[in-house]
């Protein structure tokens, strides 16, 4: 093991967990060049150490690994795939804390929301753990005579998984597992600012007896290392987590092979506050909507539409709570981090001068943060215009935009008026209002005064431009998985 900045830490119990290399058939490998590119902690800007930057030839190689791999792993019983998959999940609880601290010097994130991912990305492999032991053949009354028939699900084959920088445990977790669980090798390329996360995953996947090329981690530029992926026939599924721009990339480049597609891509979630809602449930779920992940997450409150008598009440008190929320580094566990880097923090600023530009008032907050040049304090933008950006593109960030609404279809309107559709959060207690909106609102997934509504056991995904498939529950297995129809004649 190489002495990283992010190795020694004193903090870090497990140093083995701490990996600068690729994980490519069962061996822990650099490319031949010796290239490395570095990670570096937002909070500070502190280098964390350099991490393998390998070749197309290299990815090429994963796959063949993975492939060699496939039918000793799909014809594997099972129970006996299950039984790796729940040491995998052990393991991952038994490392949590290091685990944790990993991810908060790489992503920034407080450590706290970082426990809690762990938390979440081992609840996958718990999932699918038992998924895997379910039959998953189907007996169907035969239309013919002298005929029995049966439909089967298969694995598809190696899958490649692209996972990004917001989630880097949960992310690839919630791929790899289902994938593993229905007999799927894979081929996965992390983020370039959190490798060690996904590395130190391989790391366990090791310990666990994830057999070699079943899992392997492939670390460098991104276009260098996917690319080949989407041209390569043998990769037969291909699950991504990012924006929407990229995911119509790889829809393209994916065309010639066919490839199965999971695509969870952008969001523009909506928060709808009627007049009559509980105020105190509506301000506190909308300001975990809002600031979670310091608002780095796909189903961040981007929109929050209030009732216009309900509305200077909740303006009011949503701003209190955003100027009480904490700005601090990771480690010490306050409520918003660092932005991921320095584009993140300028769309911040380029979307609060558009919308004052426009006419929306600063109720707190609007600028970066004294503590370092990647923190942007929690600001809210009130009597935001229809026009303003903010309105119409994904922030990803801590900057809430409010505006009211005076007619139940109006709101709708607004809601449904945007290219993604991943998920949107209503606030009411009318049981007809609840199930009129519930059905006329054009995403993926709805969550009713409350805000979490993510886990293991749900279909996870969206509408629209929001991605194709879902991740997560018996479907998210099902997508690496063929059919295949049996029709036998006993005559």
């Not at 070749?55 to 299950?82: I, K, Y």
């Not at 990229?246 to 695509?263: F, P």
């Not at 300028?346 to 907050?365: I, P």
């Not at 886990?455 to 998210?476: C, M, N, Y």
Request: glycine share 8%; net charge negative; with cysteine.
């Amino acid at each position: 093991m190489y002495e990283t900045a992010l190795s020694v830490r004193k903090d870090i119990t497990d140093k083995t967990l701490v990996r600068c290399f690729s994980y490519i058939g069962g061996k822990w490998c650099g490319a031949a060049s010796g290239e490395t590119f570095g990670v570096h902690d937002p909070a500070t800007g502190a280098p964390l150490g350099d991490v393998a930057s390998l070749t197309a030839e290299d990815s090429t190689a994963a796959v063949d690994a993975a492939q060699a791999a496939f039918a000793g792993w799909s014809h594997l019983l099972p129970q006996d795939r299950s039984a790796i998959l729940r040491r995998w999940f052990d393991l991952m609880l038994a490392h949590k804390e290091d685990l944790a601290r990993i991810m908060v010097l790489e992503q920034g994130k407080p450590i706290s929301e970082a426990r809690g991912e762990i938390d979440y990305a081992a609840a996958f492999v718990e999932f699918y753990a038992e998924e895997a032991k379910r039959p998953n053949i189907e007996s169907v009354t035969s239309h013919l005579p002298d005929a029995e028939v049966e439909v089967w699900l298969e694995p598809v084959g190696v899958a490649a998984l692209i996972t990004p920088w917001n989630f880097p445990c949960a992310m690839l977790t919630r791929k790899a597992a289902a994938a593993m669980a229905a007999g799927c090798t894979i081929v996965a390329h992390p983020s370039g600012e959190t490798p060690f996360s996904a590395l130190a995953l391989a790391e366990l996947a090791e310990r666990a007896g994830v057999p070699a090329g079943v899992f392997n981690v492939v670390t460098g530029d991104a276009a260098t290392i996917v690319e080949p992926w989407t041209r390569d026939a043998r990769v037969r599924a291909l699950s991504f987590t990012g924006s929407t721009e990229i995911g119509r990339l790889l829809y393209r480049q994916s065309a010639d092979t066919i490839k199965r597609l999971v695509l969870e891509l952008g969001g523009h979630a909506p928060v709808i506050v009627f007049a009559g809602a509980d105020m105190d449930t509506a301000v506190a779920e909308a300001i975990k909507a809002k600031f979670a992940t310091s608002g780095q997450d796909c189903l961040g409150a981007n929109r929050i539409f209030v009732e216009r008598p309900a509305y200077a009440e909740f303006c009011d008190r949503f701003t209190q709570a955003a100027s009480a929320l904490s700005i601090g580094m990771g480690m010490d566990d306050p409520d918003i981090g660092p932005l991921m880097n320095e584009n993140a923090v300028r769309k911040q600023e380029e979307h609060v001068a558009d919308a004052l530009a426009k006419g929306a008032k600063v109720a707190c907050g609007g600028k970066r943060h004294a503590l370092g040049s990647l923190f942007y304090e929690p600001t809210v933008l009130v009597d935001v215009p229809e026009d303003a950006l903010i309105l119409r593109e994904e922030t990803f960030g801590p900057v809430a935009a409010i505006a009211p609404f005076d007619t139940e279809e109006e709101v709708v309107r607004r809601a449904n008026d945007t290219e993604y559709g991943l998920v949107a959060y209503l606030h009411t207690h009318d049981p007809r209002r609840i199930y009129r909106l519930s059905r006329a609102l054009q995403f993926g997934m709805v969550a009713v005064n409350r805000t979490k509504v993510t886990g293991a056991p749900i279909p996870f995904g969206g509408t629209k431009q929001s991605g194709l498939g879902r991740e997560g529950a018996r479907r998210g297995m099902e997508e690496f998985m063929e059919i295949k129809y049996v029709c036998r004649d006993w005559a």
